[in-house]
């Protein structure tokens, strides 16, 4: 290996690092504020990159009738319960009205909207809007209702909503993977290395949301009362925090995270319908090198994996899968012999 | 009265069925029993490790995959190194080979995983189980993608099971086999170590369990279940390749385990029923529905996870159990001889010495330079005002937790830094504060749980009902123990569903089946009614009469003084006060400290 290829592949890794670094962010958040490991971020990932690629072809995504559809199931789940309550007439259906304003308007611009005319910026901006409140109300319909179940519990819910969305993917974009056009077709020549515009945008839209979070929880007071969920979830609630609001918002913030992703790397690698749940766990395996728990350890063990699976992709192309998801074991034994004597789980 | 019928009944009429269905069933439906059994066995798996362990593994596909290619190489390949020459050709060494392999790989995934805790121990399945499969797809000798063909049958005395009505008899013996002894080991010495391991692992420590060889125990069990079915499966299928054992298949045993039922054998049975079947049906019927090709099942199967989950947690055991007319069995103690007993040490010996112990936590100093010592036939009790450090000094003496400096002597030996189930093993027992017991559990396994160092036989030996004599009287022990503290008419009742004074007395009687020479209990007496205070004063005399040294921790002040031998009042960390009873109440710094200062 010469230098020149040594910087090329140090260079794919950095992309593929600041992906991991975002998906690793979400996955902390997630985790602290809610104890939901969360295996459905893939999805998001995918679905952002699926749904920006219909778009460009000019066609309506099936994501916005999956938004309707999830929507609606909030609604009647919405309307039961305050049946039960007796609240019916008073508040009842005013609410469920609510829950399905927003993905009404929704559908009503994608179906109005010329897609295939649009300037892309407007494309993300849709697919934002259109994949992003999946989030709040997965959380709403799958975790809601257990939210002090065991972390185990959690997690197998965590992978059952995975599988079904997986399941979905299929049905909404089909096998074939898709590539979506570049944001920007500008490329930089520094010495031998050609950076692509887009490369320089997927690290450029890392930093500037990883600095944007990290000022939204130290200086705002949303931002604030996360953390404090994710430290003390009743201490939060006698202060008037609701563990159900912090659910929603982590949720938010990391479905945005996840869409977000997915839209920026889908111009650089082919996404398939099931491709977002190996990139999650390539996130994963970097947030559990941060311990679940330490921002700055889970983007320095986002940008690792990012180059081991780069390096590993010259050495050894086969094994590149096994060599990054071998990594978490030695990770995970490390942090498990810091802590000893037996404990309660 | 409705008919009902006992559990023998129940099992023969399942057993005929079995044996009658590949005679009636059309070849479609012989085919999905056989699928049924094959997944049944790694859904059992998961039963002992997750449902009963609280072990979570999506990555039992690979353990699958492992038995599988085993016997997929050994039995195809041309030309086999010298050294494995011998077991080419054989499905049946093939078989004993890729067990061999199977346990060898769990022991050091195991040994590698295991001692993670909480939720990093399912994501590191879900790591090794994603490496393991893509071996398979890149290895040259296994095939690759496209995997292996040609795998011959299995023969049995010359007997080719070469058609799905043949293998099925194999199949379901290997699954009842499984069951059987599942369900054995689980009513085994060695299964209420495992039952305890989910939510019990620091009681179970102090009742002597080697709780990480449980652990172990049922991991590598769980993967040799996987491994034989795979073998079957290749056998089955004759051909092999990567695609059943990755880790969507891992996710899906796990479902099978959940929707069954993870606490219960016939659960994994009912699971693998349910969810193969209703794969089978939705694959007919979704595609005409969505009008395209594609695995919407999994679409049901998530969502119907997330609904079991929320709504039932037990599974579809549970309700399936409700409709099988059974009769209740009467359950009796057996009759069996008494166990050995320990020599108990010279009344007057010292058993128990802490010297200068000292617990710091960051800044704060727990214990601070305490002595104490703790004699044979002899009751001394350990009082203090709240936070005064009593319950941190009684983690250290029994081995739960460990000094900063100090030591601790246990009948003139050095104890400090060993874990509490190699103190349990020197004659030390206790009860908790919390009281820490199983509450699915009868009174009478959770005592038994106390005796668990007095017996020895294994996991082979319960699994096939060889240590009976040993069991009968560990159990007969323990129900000798319960009708010492005055729980007889309990015996059979759930722990839970005890009083919170009496799940204490179970606690008591809990020790007392270890054959201790040193009983610590942390406030025993909290939460009796006067009555049976005074029946725990009686039974401690008589025990203190035999010789027994007793250490407790008591708020009660009516009920230590009239009980024990000798007083030692701790505030701040510190020994402020040892003596007599009558001592020590009229003891100026003892006063100070419990009624504030007099000024």
Redesign the interface.
């Known amino acids: 290996m010469d230098f020149q290829i040594a910087l090329f592949l140090a260079q794919d890794g950095i992309t593929g690092g600041a992906i991991y670094a975002l998906l690793a962010l979400a996955l902390v958040l997630v985790f602290s504020v809610t104890r939901v490991?969360f295996i459905p971020q893939g999805e998001f990932v995918a679905f952002g990159a699926l749904t920006m690629a219909t778009l460009q072809a000019g066609q309506t995504p099936a994501t916005v009738w999956l938004l309707l559809g999830a929507s609606a199931v909030a609604a009647v789940i919405e309307l039961w319960r305050q049946g039960r309550r007796g609240s019916l007439a008073t508040t009842g259906w005013r609410d469920a009205a609510k829950l399905l304003l927003y993905p009404a308007a929704v559908v009503a611009l994608t179906l109005a909207l010329p897609l295939a005319d649009l300037p892309n910026i407007v494309r993300v901006a849709l697919t934002l809007a259109i994949v992003v409140p999946l989030a709040p109300l997965m959380y709403r319909?799958?975790f809601q209702?257990?939210a002090e179940?065991p972390?185990?519990?959690l997690?197998?819910?965590a992978?059952?909503?995975?599988?079904?969305?997986?399941?979905?993917g299929?049905?909404f974009f089909g096998?074939e993977g898709t590539r979506t056009e570049a944001f920007s077709d500008a490329s930089i020549a520094i010495g031998p290395l050609d950076i692509s515009g887009q490369q320089i945008w997927v690290v450029a839209a890392s930093a500037a949301l990883i600095l944007a979070l990290w000022r939204f929880f130290s200086a705002t007071l949303y931002g604030k009362a996360l953390r404090a969920t994710a430290v003390n979830r009743n201490g939060a609630r006698l202060m008037g925090f609701s563990p159900v609001f912090a659910g929603k918002l982590t949720f938010l913030l990391a479905g945005l995270i996840g869409t977000l992703s997915g839209v920026l790397i889908a111009p650089i690698t082919t996404i398939y319908y099931d491709t977002g749940f190996l990139i999650g766990?390539k996130g994963?395996?970097a947030a559990?090198i941060g311990g679940?728990g330490s921002f700055p350890l889970a983007a320095a063990g986002a940008l690792l994996v990012g180059l081991l699976e780069s390096f590993a992709s010259f050495w050894a192309s086969?094994?590149k899968?096994?060599i990054v998801?071998?990594l978490?074991?030695p990770v995970?034994?490390w942090?498990?012999?810091t802590?000893h004597?037996?404990?309660?789980? | 009265m409705a008919l009902r019928f006992t559990p023998l009944q129940v099992l023969v009429a399942f057993l005929a069925a079995t044996a009658l269905a590949p005679l009636v069933l059309p070849e479609f439906y012989v085919t999905l029993l056989n699928y049924i059994g094959l997944y049944a066995m790694v859904a059992l798996g998961l039963v002992l490790l997750t449902g009963i362990g609280g072990l979570t593994s999506f990555g039992q596909a690979a353990f699958v995959g492992i038995g599988a290619y085993t016997t997929a190489v050994l039995t195809t390949a041309e030309a086999l190194p010298a050294w494995l020459a011998w077991a080419g050709g054989s499905p049946w060494l093939a078989l004993a080979v890729g067990l061999v392999i199977t346990a060898l790989v769990a022991l050091l995934v195991g040994s590698l995983t295991l001692r993670l805790s909480g939720h990093y121990l399912p994501l590191g399945t879900i790591a090794w189980g994603i490496s393991l499969y893509f071996l398979f797809g890149t290895m040259e000798t296994l095939g690759g993608h496209t995997g292996l063909t040609g795998i011959p049958p299995i023969a049995i005395f010359g007997w080719e099971l070469d058609e799905g009505r043949e293998i099925y008899y194999l199949i379901w013996a290997f699954l009842l086999c499984a069951m059987f002894t599942t369900r054995n080991l689980l009513d085994s010495r060695e299964g209420r170590a495992i039952r305890a391991l989910n939510g019990g692992m620091v009681m179970g420590e102090a009742m002597g369990i080697n709780t990480s060889r449980s652990r172990m125990v049922i991991f590598v069990i769980a993967a040799l279940h996987a491994a034989a079915s795979g073998w079957l499966y290749a056998h089955m299928q004759r051909f092999v390749n990567p695609t059943p054992f990755g880790l969507h298949i891992g996710i899906e045993y796990l479902f099978m385990a959940v929707v069954g039922g993870a606490g219960q054998v016939w659960g994994a049975l009912v699971g693998a029923g349910v969810i193969t079947v209703m794969k089978q049906w939705l694959q007919d019927w979704l595609p005409r529905f969505f009008g395209a090709a594609g695995n919407f099942e999994v679409i049901v199967f998530g969502v119907m996870m997330v609904l079991i989950l929320h709504r039932a947690r037990e599974g579809l055991w549970a309700l399936v159990a409700r409709l099988v007319p059974l009769r209740r069995a009467e359950r009796q103690v057996p009759v069996a001889d008494a166990l050995e007993r320990k020599a108990m040490p010279d009344r007057g010996e010292v058993i128990l010495e802490a010297r200068d112990v000292t617990r710091r936590f960051g800044g704060l100093v727990a214990n601070d330079g305490m002595n104490l010592e703790v004699r044979a036939g002899e009751i001394l009790a350990l009082i203090g005002p709240n936070g005064a450090g009593k319950s941190t000094m009684f983690n250290q003496l029994s081995g739960v937790d460990t000094p900063t400096s100090g030591e601790i002597l246990f009948r003139g030996r050095k104890v400090t830094g060993m874990a509490s189930r190699e103190i349990a093993r020197l004659g030390m027992s206790r009860s908790f504060q919390h009281v820490k017991l199983l509450p699915a559990m009868t009174v009478l396994e959770n005592v038994a749980i106390g005796a668990h160092l007095r017996g020895g036989k294994g996991v082979l030996p319960s699994a096939w009902r060889l240590e009976r004599d040993e069991e009968n009287r560990l159990l007969a022990e323990a129900a000798r123990q319960i009708e010492r503290v005055g729980l007889a008419a309990h015996t059979f009742d759930e722990a839970g569903s005890l009083a919170l004074g009496q799940q204490r007395i179970l606690e008591i009687a809990r020790g007392l089946a270890s054959d201790p020479c040193l009983l610590l209990l942390d406030e025993p007496a909290a939460g009796l009614r006067l009555k049976e205070k005074q029946a725990l004063g009686d039974l401690l005399k008589k025990l203190r009469g035999e010789g027994m040294a007793i250490l407790l921790v008591e708020h009660d002040m009516d009920f230590v003084m009239g009980l024990v031998d000798r007083v030692v009042v701790m505030e701040f960390g510190r020994k402020i006060a040892e003596g007599l009873p009558d001592e020590v109440q009229r003891n100026p710094a003892v006063l100070e400290a419990y009624l504030g200062g007099a000024e």
């Open positions: 490991i319909l799958a209702p257990i179940a972390v185990l519990v997690l197998i819910v992978v059952a909503v995975h599988v079904a969305l997986v399941g979905m299929l049905v096998a766990l994963f395996v559990i679940l086969a094994y899968e096994v998801f071998t978490i074991i995970l034994l942090r498990s012999l802590s004597h037996v404990e309660e789980e």
